[in-house]
């Protein structure tokens, strides 16, 4: 058994990282390698969100990447939907991407927060929450003290959630391309 099965099978066991909603337990768990087509659905909706399209290649690098463990590496959650009557595949209702870096300010590594997304279908019930405090939590176990994040001005509904979760710093983002 890997480390992604072991972590996948304590999460299951514990039923905190459940949001229930309606009797249905929404399970947060590590992403798993079946997950690719609904996991492709959500990445694709988030991007489409902030107006980006990119080459299956950078899909399919991505994915693979954050199934391999290893520094430097970006890892995921997931949130699968309940099981329901008929349906045949897994369904994902959100995602999370986040990965660990050194940090010249400090002694230890921090973690950024990089992707964060709930299917609008599944929105309202606390979801995006416990995805960031899933990433918290995996971050706080594994001796990373600082997760931060970042998000558009505009993007009022997360920023509302933010709020509540965490501290808005007064940086500014720049970006030029090498």
């Not at 890997?2 to 999460?11: F, G, P, V």
């Not at 299951?12 to 947060?28: C, H, M």
């Not at 991505?62 to 349906?87: C, D, I, K, Q, Y």
């Not at 594994?142 to 979760?165: H, K, S």
């Amino acid at each position: 058994m890997n480390d992604i099965e072991t972590d996948a099978n304590a999460r299951q066991a514990s039923p905190d990282k459940d949001v229930l909603t309606a009797e249905r337990p929404y399970l947060i768990r590590p992403l798993q390698v079946g997950d690719k087509p609904e996991w492709a659905r959500l990445w694709q909706d988030y991007l489409a969100f902030y107006d980006t399209e990119l080459p299956e290649a950078v899909y399919d690098s991505t994915f693979a990447r954050l199934l391999t463990p290893g520094s430097g590496e970006p890892a995921a959650f997931v949130v699968e939907v309940p099981e329901a009557e008929g349906r045949e595949a897994t369904e994902l209702a959100g995602l999370v991407h986040y990965l660990y870096h050194a940090h010249c300010w400090k002694l230890g590594p921090v973690c950024y927060l990089q992707d964060l997304f709930v299917d609008p279908r599944h929105r309202g019930l606390r979801l995006g929450r416990r995805l960031i405090e899933s990433v918290c939590a995996k971050a706080g176990e594994d001796g990373v003290a600082d997760v931060y994040w970042m998000t558009q001005d505009f993007n009022a509904p997360a920023r509302r959630l933010y709020d509540r979760i965490g501290t808005l710093t007064p940086f500014i983002k720049y970006v030029r391309s090498a």
